[in-house]
């Protein structure tokens, strides 16, 4: 009802519901001296904690003091309701039986992490230590609600596991449901050392194979694709996995490869042809009809039917390397500035946009990176990229430190005792490299343009080998960027760095002293 259309005393009813602190309408808390409160800053509110300036208590202080507009404990703001637990005697937010949020948290853990005997089943012992340790215990009451849309939650899922419905088994979680929950409490059990750590990309590639490889009608693509996918792309993939994390970008890659095997099956099938039937007439037609992407992702499982007898020895086209053009030296240093200076952007993205622009970094490198990367050798700070580590000039040292003190994702059992620099919303895991590749374009930063111009600039200062060892880039890699720079090593002894300092001329021979 509009206040417009109401009598004098509806109207003052709907007026006494605005809130006193913001004056939104909404649900409200009562017992405040200000008068009515909306949820949002009653919750805001609660989370104040300090020493009263009024009774001198280390408290909450949810109060406003008239005079001076501080913030104020219970007592002194003449509360008429308090917010002290019934259990632990904790003051802050209260839940039913006026328990706080750690002590409702702990019972709902309880409950559903029930063997059926009154207790939590030993084996889950460990991952309801790691989190009940959570900072915020209100994002993990949160995290156990149903979400809209879904038949099942996270809470579905944790019990269960307490009853032994789910095994703990890495394949269990394959088919559990909701998929992202069932993803996120497989990576919190991973990481309290209830289930051996995988690798998140495989676990990710076996749940898609399974889901993939559902809806396939026919029989016999169904064994082929799944003979490719298991006795090639995933050991290839665990092999990788030895030597340093899998990232996003080869993660999909082999995505694109099953899937695109999977359409040149069909294809051929509508052509009325198998693979053993097939011929070079039909390898050439389907590289006409598609794109570059999908010849390309095509090429490993063409190659491997080949090898393994179930393709004649055939001959795929080549593929030619396409490239951006860089960045113009003068954006990258203005657009350098412009990250320095703005404070009016998200420090995250600021501090990632730095380390494109000045070390050439591949964002799914940028994500690997922890805070012990970022070195303090006396006054001056480094970044280690390879080695030696870099040093980082002001003022991007004090931006780079500045976030490190100032990281996001902190305050869940996710990642409370993360050490990345940049870390994520999944339990031991960084954040999402094409979620901090959407940061840089809202910020501006073209990703590839701008470690192309920032990669040029160095290996026109020192030699290639050098800026490898640096940045942690292949030699070969180097060279190869160097070359397309247009810039040989001949050029380096005469760089600026090396010109002669103002007035100096070198010694002649018959100018020593040594000679008659």
């Known amino acids: 009802m509009s206040p417009a259309y ?39 509110a609660l989370k104040v904690r300090g020493r009263c300036p009024g009774c001198n208590d280390e408290r909450i202080l949810p109060g406003i003091d ?91 899922l944790l019990r269960d596991l307490g009853r032994g419905n789910i095994e703990l088994t890495h394949a269990a979680f394959h088919t559990a449901e909701p998929w992202r929950a069932a993803a996120h409490l497989r990576e919190l059990l991973m990481a309290c050392g209830v289930l051996p750590v995988i690798d998140k990309q495989i676990c990710g590639f076996e749940r898609w194979l399974i889901n993939h490889l559902a809806p396939i009608d026919n029989a016999d693509h169904t064994q082929t694709i799944r003979r490719y996918a298991t006795w090639h792309v995933l050991p290839r993939l665990r092999g990788a996995a030895e030597q340093k994390p899998i990232t996003q970008a080869s993660r999909s890659f082999a995505d694109d490869q099953v899937r695109q095997a999977t359409r040149f099956l ?55 390397s396409r490239r951006r053009s860089p960045m113009p030296p003068e954006d990258r240093i203005a657009l350098i500035g412009r990250v320095l200076t703005d404070d009016d952007q998200p420090l995250r993205s600021r501090a990632a946009a730095i380390i494109v622009l000045l070390y050439a970094q591949p964002l799914s490198r940028i994500v690997r990176l922890t805070i012990d990367d970022v070195v303090h050798d006396g006054d001056q700070v480094l970044l280690r990229l390879g080695e030696p580590p870099s040093p980082i000039p002001q003022p991007a040292a004090d931006l780079l430190l500045a976030w490190i003190d100032n990281r996001t994702n902190m305050n869940t059992a996710t990642n409370r005792n993360s050490r990345w620099l940049f870390p994520g919303r999944r339990a031991g895991q960084p954040m999402h490299a094409a979620t901090l590749g959407g940061l840089l374009r809202a910020l501006g930063v073209a990703n590839l343009a701008g470690r192309t111009s920032a990669m040029r600039q160095h290996v026109q ?24 720079a247009a810039t040989t090593w001949n050029r380096y002894v005469t760089a600026p760095r090396f010109r002669s300092p103002d007035g100096w001329s070198p010694s002649r021979t018959r100018d020593s002293p040594h000679q008659p």
């Open 66 to 156: 008239p005079g001076s507009r501080e913030p104020i404990c219970t007592d002194c703001a003449g509360f008429s309701t308090g917010y002290r637990c019934a259990r632990c005697d904790r003051e802050g937010k209260l839940h039913a039986r006026r328990l706080c949020t750690p002590c409702t948290f702990s019972d709902r853990l309880a409950e559903l992490l029930d063997d059926g005997t009154g207790r939590i089943r030993p084996e889950l012992v460990r991952f309801a230590e790691h989190m009940l340790a959570m900072n915020n215990p209100l994002s993990g009451l949160k995290w156990l609600n149903p979400r809209k849309g879904q038949s099942r939650s996270p809470a579905d």
């Open 6 to 44: 109401c009598t004098d005393e509806q109207f003052e009813r709907w007026f006494k519901k605005t809130c006193a602190r913001c004056g939104r309408f909404g649900c409200f808390a009562a017992g405040w001296p200000d008068g009515h409160v909306c949820r949002t800053c009653h919750d805001r």
């Open 266 to 320: 069909e294809w051929l099938a509508a052509q009325g042809i198998t693979l053993e039937t097939c011929g070079q007439a039909e390898i050439d037609l389907w590289h006409a009809e598609n794109t570059t992407h999908r010849r390309r992702a095509l090429r490993d499982f063409l190659l491997w039917c080949i090898e393994s007898k179930l393709l004649r020895r055939l001959r795929l086209p080549t593929f030619e």
């Open 461 to 484: 200062q020192m030699p290639a080998p050098v800026v490898a060892d640096a940045l942690g880039y292949h030699h070969v890699t180097a060279t190869r960027l160097a070359a397309e």
